[in-house]
């Protein structure tokens, strides 16, 4: 098995704020962390590897300190790491994104499998994985809570949807985005801690993907942010005391819109 | 302090304090009411590597040494002396094998303690033979090809859970300690089973059980080192581990030490946080630097003994009974500072003041310690003499 993780360097939204000039983030100081689905991914990636046998391929696109996210990949287990970066890849949208990552996916070839994340916690568009996908021409399986098995060239696989669960089987290669269900990733070992510090990141641009300028980056991206904002914070709610039977009553009203609720 | 860890040791520290806070402390509270032994924790550790940094590099180890060791039971013990004491034991069990086995004894049993799928564990305690070894009662009589063991040991942490024991017994009982021999005992041999779990103070994550020896018979293959070295053995074994016993009494401290200056910084009296009243600070700057001059000396030892030093029996010593003395007398403050609330269960000082008190006993208590300080000093004078 020769297995890619896509991964996303995303800051901690725990931190994040938004810059209302400019309509984008603001990630000075706020600490980057590797995209928690996307640990995930890489987990279920390195299942497969350990019962399979094979290779994990940690690959994600962004500026050189990206970097950190792969070195983080490969102490828990991955045995190589690709960075995708150039001037050109900057101000990238899913689609661009996605055309790029499946660009790197094809120059790795052959490979059985893509893992990513159900979606970034930055972005939350969700399109990158099954972007690539569509750019590979490969079946995308989204929303994977547990991967039930991998034998004879097939992947089988529970989405978690709305309402229930869906069993499917596809061929692979195959695109699989996968949820926090679906394992508990493992802690970085110190054989993989002393790996990563020595390691030598591959970084393609975009002449080593044969990518033209008009599909990378901002020119290669059909969409545009017009605003981000803010939403109000809301007020606290309304506290009301008093014995079972009046907070009853008064709920009721509430209710049946007579007690001056929203 | 910066002790300027090479990047490796700097790895190891970082990796436990991960581990310890996303795998101990959330369940430290738990082990320590149950009494209940770590397994998911040990393998974590194991997944992590970390029984490797001891073992020598050709025994699927990463050879990092006693400092490794130290920095690594200190992250742990920060959280939790239960679990870093699991943990510790096995570097005092493989010791034996690890200064006196033969290559043919460090192939067989190294790689499978470096992995973490097995663990190990000491044996040299017994009811009459605790700080005087020399009242050992347990005996290995040759037969043939094999030793028959028969005694019990006793107090011996990772006891039913290890794989591998390394065991002191009497080959020549006239010769007292000089007829002891070490051996290697796996579990599962007929003829050694486990007394019951001790209901212990604290440290007690951790396993310590009797092991009782009838009529057990071991391949002479067993033998570590030749016969009548036992003692010699064990003495090296325990200079070798006191280290790893002062890094867990640092660490300790240095737990009690954090809690007691989040507690002091966030508890309000006479309308004011209590770091701001001077009682409170002198108790505070004092943990500090007591914990402080521990680690630094701690360190030393270490380093001492992965920089090849052959003599270092009276600095293990010292450091070994100053930082266990430290933590103590720490997590005893650290109690104090907290005041009432230090003393219920529901906060983690009362845990720590019980676990530090274990490190001014075992692996030799703080008495036996100084008689060991007290006669390098003497010797070293005498010498200086002649």
């Known amino acids: ?262 | 302090m910066d002790y300027f860890l090479s990047e490796d040791i700097r790895a190891i520290r970082e990796l436990c304090s991960e581990i310890a806070e996303k795998h101990i402390r959330p369940v430290r509270e738990e082990l320590d009411r149950e009494n209940r032994f770590p397994h998911e924790i040990m393998k974590v550790l194991a997944d992590s590597d970390l029984f490797r940094i001891y073992i020598p590099t050709e025994y699927e180890g990463l050879g990092l040494g006693t400092l490794s060791l130290c920095v690594a039971a200190e992250e742990l013990s920060k959280v939790c002396a239960g679990v870093a004491t699991t943990y510790a034991a096995n570097a005092l069990g493989a010791m034996p094998i690890l200064l006196s086995g033969s290559d043919d004894q460090k192939k067989r049993f190294l790689p499978g303690l470096a992995s973490g799928s097995n663990l190990a564990a000491f044996g040299l305690t017994e009811p009459d033979a605790g700080s005087d070894a020399g009242g050992l009662r347990t005996r290995a009589i040759r037969d043939g090809d094999s030793y028959v063991l028969n005694g019990t040991k006793q107090w011996i942490t990772n006891g039913g859970e290890a794989k591998v024991y390394t065991i002191i017994a009497l080959t020549d009982p006239d010769r007292g300690a000089r007829g002891a021999s070490a051996f290697i005992v796996e579990d599962g041999t007929p003829g050694f089973s486990y007394g019951k779990k001790e209901d212990k103070m604290g440290i007690r994550a951790s396993a310590t059980r009797e092991l009782v020896f009838e009529d057990c018979r071991i391949p002479v293959e067993n033998l570590i080192g030749r016969e009548g070295t036992g003692f010699m053995v064990a003495m090296k074994t325990l200079d070798n581990s006191r280290p790893g016993v002062a890094a867990q009494a640092v660490g300790i401290a240095q737990g009690a030490l954090e809690e007691a200056l989040v507690y002091a910084s966030q508890r309000k009296q006479f309308g004011q946080r209590i770091d701001s009243f001077q009682g409170i600070q002198f108790m505070l700057a004092d943990m500090a630097t007591q914990v402080e001059a521990a680690r630094a000396l701690t360190y030393s030892v270490a380093r001492m003994i992965d920089g090849g030093v052959k003599k270092f029996e009276k600095e293990a010593a010292m450091a070994k009974v100053f930082a266990s003395d430290v933590a103590m007398k720490v997590t005893t403050d650290a109690v104090q500072i907290f005041g009432g609330y230090g003393y219920m269960k529901e906060y983690p000082v009362e845990k720590m003041m019980r676990d530090a008190k274990i490190t001014q006993i075992y692996e030799g208590t703080n008495q036996i310690q100084r008689n060991v300080i007290a006669s390098a000093l003497i010797r070293e004078t005498a010498s200086r003499e002649k």
């Open chain 1, 1 to 262: 098995m020769r297995i890619v993780v896509a991964m996303k360097q995303v800051p901690d939204t725990a931190e994040v704020r938004i810059d209302p000039e400019r309509n984008t983030l603001v990630r000075d100081g706020v600490p980057s962390i590797m995209n928690p689905f996307d640990a995930y991914a890489l987990e279920e990636g390195l299942r497969w590897k350990d019962a399979l046998g094979g290779e994990v391929i940690a690959l994600t696109m962004g500026p050189p300190q990206a970097e950190a996210i792969l070195r983080e990949a490969v102490s828990m287990g991955a045995d190589q790491a690709v960075l995708l970066s150039d001037r050109a890849f900057a101000g990238a949208d899913t689609w661009a994104t996605s055309h790029t990552l499946a660009a790197a996916v094809a120059k790795l070839a052959p490979v059985d499998l893509v893992l990513t994340g159900k979606q970034a916690i930055d972005g939350d568009t969700a399109q990158t994985g099954p972007g690539m996908a569509a750019t590979l021409d490969w079946p995308q399986l989204t929303f994977v809570g547990r991967v039930l098995g991998i034998e004879g060239g097939r992947i089988r696989v529970e989405r978690y949807v709305e309402g229930g669960v869906e069993t499917l089987d596809s061929s692979l290669p195959a695109v699989v985005t996968v949820l926090k269900d679906a394992n508990t990733p493992r802690m970085p070992s110190l054989r993989g801690k002393m790996k990563a510090r020595s390691l030598q990141v591959t970084v393609w641009t975009a002449a080593d993907l044969g990518l033209p300028q008009s599909e990378t980056g901002l020119e290669g991206s059909p969409t545009r942010v017009v605003r981000i904002a803010t939403p109000e914070s809301r007020s606290g709610g309304e506290i009301h005391r008093g014995s079972p039977e009046e907070l009853a009553a008064i709920l009721a009203d509430i209710l049946l819109g007579e007690g001056g609720g929203e």
